[in-house]
């Protein structure tokens, strides 16, 4: 049984079939899945999503397919972690990380989005899925296109992390790296999307796929017992998660799975050396200003972010705020969580901890109300950020003496954490 009604423009309210379309005609607007909601409401309490799967299709009646799900049985469901640890050195109370960068097929959450564009595209038809790509989605459409038999393109910048090329080329799809940025390969994929009848998950599948990322605002409320946060800090390249990790909790409370009235305020993270959001939202403005991208967190270097207004728009409605941090903190906010927490986060989630702490500092989140940070991706890919802010392991010769002199006595006590390790050699 199908709950999608349509698609929606999000500007002019113009119904849409069900298609692979994604612009309005008539005034240009994105659309967006539109449910019957009156008949999810009969049929999803909080009794039968427990008893779905231990994946994200547990929220099938919310996601946009028609019958059965066709691909990502092994996406969603991450944990999500009380981290006292950082939650006293940040001075929070009730601080969690709802972790996407372990149980799922490639280590971030694009495996959700991707998961529902895929299902998407078998009942649309089609045989090839393609992507426009910052690192993981290329990853995560490699990898399940492969399981679901698609033939693939990904398209990527020609400046990514190695492991982000070699986690998308194992799965022998056809990769394309463009000289030029995100924004560039973006407008070539919308180019050829137009031309060959493929399905590119982020452009004419758009609509379905990102739907997805409402299942980690779904997970946030289930796991706390079917609460809503009260703050969420998330971080954005086109903006498209933070708007639906928003219009999961609304959802929720429409349909009356929440035990408290959803009053959540969403918080932006993102790069200063790409912060187009968080700019706009810091300077109060109402234009969100295209950027030519410079940071490490390349996963998020998306200069002229598509849902760009969406996302300041749900800032500005839940009273939620934005931060964008250097490189410098980047790093610091990877090695604050995998100190705390051991938890080891790519470049994205560096921001999004520098990002709370920032925030938290500020006095911007309160310090005695729950917090949860969105963790999107694993620190395994963006190794290359961190190689020389980590030190070195301490050398020493296969003897007990050595040990004893270079790692337990006064001089190298400590060292193997010590910033200039080259003392210890
Ligand atoms: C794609 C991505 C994001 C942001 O996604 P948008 O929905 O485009 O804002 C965040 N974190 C990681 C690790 C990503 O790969
Ligand atoms: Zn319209």
């Known amino acids: 049984m199908s709950f999608l009604k349509g698609l929606k423009c999000r500007e002019c309210g113009r119904d849409y079939p069900k298609e692979a379309l994604y612009v309005c005609e008539y005034c240009f607007g994105s659309l967006e899945a539109s449910y019957d909601y009156e008949a999810i409401r009969h049929v999803m309490s909080r009794d039968h999503i ?19 799900p066709r691909a990502g049985f092994y996406s969603g469901m991450t944990p999500l972690v009380k981290a006292d640890i950082l939650g006293r050195e940040l001075g929070v109370k009730h601080l969690y990380i709802k972790d996407d960068s372990v149980c799922h097929p490639t280590w971030s959450f694009k495996d959700r989005v991707v998961a529902v564009a895929l299902s998407r595209a078998k009942e649309l038809g089609f045989d090839t899925v393609a992507c426009a790509s910052t690192g993981n989605l290329a990853n995560s459409v490699a990898a399940n296109g492969a399981w679901a038999g698609f033939k693939r393109y990904v398209f990527i910048p020609a400046n990514l992390e190695q492991a982000k090329v070699i986690g998308t080329l194992v799965y022998s799809p056809n990769l394309v790296a463009v000289n030029g940025n995100y924004d560039d390969v973006n ?6 999307a137009s031309k060959y009848r493929w399905g590119f998950v982020n ?19 289930e796991q706390l017992g079917w609460r809503a ?47 187009p959001i968080s700019t706009a939202i810091l300077e109060g403005s109402d234009v969100i200003k295209p950027v030519k991208p410079a940071t490490i967190a390349k996963s998020l270097a998306i200069g002229n972010p598509a849902d760009g207004y969406y996302a300041k728009d749900v800032i500005h409605q839940s009273g939620g705020a934005a931060a964008s941090v250097t490189d410098d903190e ?3 906010g990877i090695k604050l969580l995998a100190r ?5 986060t790519e470049t994205a989630g560096g921001v999004t901890v520098a990002s709370a702490k920032k925030l938290i500092e500020q006095g911007v989140i309160p310090k005695n109300e729950t917090v949860v940070i969105t963790i999107t991706g694993n620190g ?25 002199e270079r790692v ?9 954490t010590a910033p200039a390790p080259s003392t210890i050699l």
């Open 50 to 68: 427990q008893k779905g799967p231990k994946s994200l299709w547990r929220y099938r009646e919310l996601l946009p397919i028609d019958g059965e």
């Open 187 to 192: 407008r070539l994929c919308s180019e050829i």
């Open 203 to 221: 452009i004419n599948l758009r609509a379905y796929y990102a739907e997805g990322s409402k299942t980690v605002g779904f997970e946030m409320a």
């Open 229 to 275: 946060p009260d703050h969420v800090i998330a971080p954005a390249a086109s903006g498209s998660l933070i708007t639906k990790i928003w219009k999961a909790l609304k959802e929720f409370d429409k349909l009356g799975l929440l035990e408290a009235p959803m009053k959540t305020k969403v918080y932006c993270a993102q790069a200063l050396g790409c912060s």
């Open 330 to 332: 980047i790093r610091e």
């Open 340 to 344: 705390t927490e051991g938890i080891f």
């Open 380 to 404: 395994l890919k963006t190794q290359e950020a961190i190689q020389d802010a980590v030190g070195k392991p301490a050398l020493i010769e296969p003897s007990l003496a050595s040990f004893e």
């Open 408 to 416: 337990m006595s006064e001089r190298g006590n400590n060292r193997s």
